[in-house]
Nanobody, 121 residues
Framework: QVQLVESGGGLVQAGGSLRLSCAAS????????MGWYRQAPGLQREMLAS???????NYAASVEGRFTISRDNAKNTVYLQMDSLKPEDTAVYYCNAEIRISPFRRSSAYWGQGTQVTVSS
C-alpha cells in the first residue's frame, strides 16, 4: 500500500508565501516523476509543476517564476515553494507521483488527498 500525504496548506494574504510538502510512504521500489496539481471550484484539475528523479523540472506558465518544485529522493518527498501568491491561486492542491511497487510491474500514478490553499486579497 502506498500513501501520499500532503501538508503545508492554509490561508495567506496576497503576496505571501507557502511551502507544500508531500511525502510518499509504503512499499516503494522507486519513484519516477513527481508533481503538483491544483483544482479550483468549477474548474478542471491543472498541472502546475513536475520534477523527474534526476531533478529536471517543468512548470505551467501560470506559476513559472513564482513557484519552485523540488524533491528529496532519500525522503520520497516533493515540495512546492509558492511565492508572490495571488487570490487566483486559491484551490485544492494535490501531489502526484509515478511509483513502482514491484520490480516486476510498471509504475502507477498515485495521488495525495489534497490540501487547501486560500489566498486573500
Amino acid at each position: 500500500q502506498v500513501q501520499l500525504v500532503e501538508s503545508g496548506g492554509g490561508l495567506v494574504q496576497a503576496g505571501g508565501s507557502l511551502r507544500l510538502s508531500c511525502a510518499a510512504s509504503g512499499s516503494i521500489v522507486s519513484i519516477a516523476a513527481m508533481g503538483w496539481y491544483r483544482q479550483a471550484p468549477g474548474l478542471q484539475r491543472e498541472m502546475l509543476a513536475s520534477i523527474t528523479s534526476g531533478g529536471s523540472t517543468n512548470y505551467a506558465a501560470s506559476v513559472e517564476g513564482r513557484f519552485t518544485i523540488s524533491r528529496d529522493n532519500a525522503k520520497n518527498t516533493v515540495y512546492l515553494q509558492m511565492d508572490s501568491l495571488k487570490p487566483e491561486d486559491t484551490a485544492v492542491y494535490y501531489c502526484n507521483a509515478e511509483i513502482r511497487i514491484s520490480p516486476f510491474r510498471r509504475s502507477s500514478a498515485y495521488w495525495g488527498q489534497g490540501t487547501q490553499v486560500t489566498v486573500s486579497s
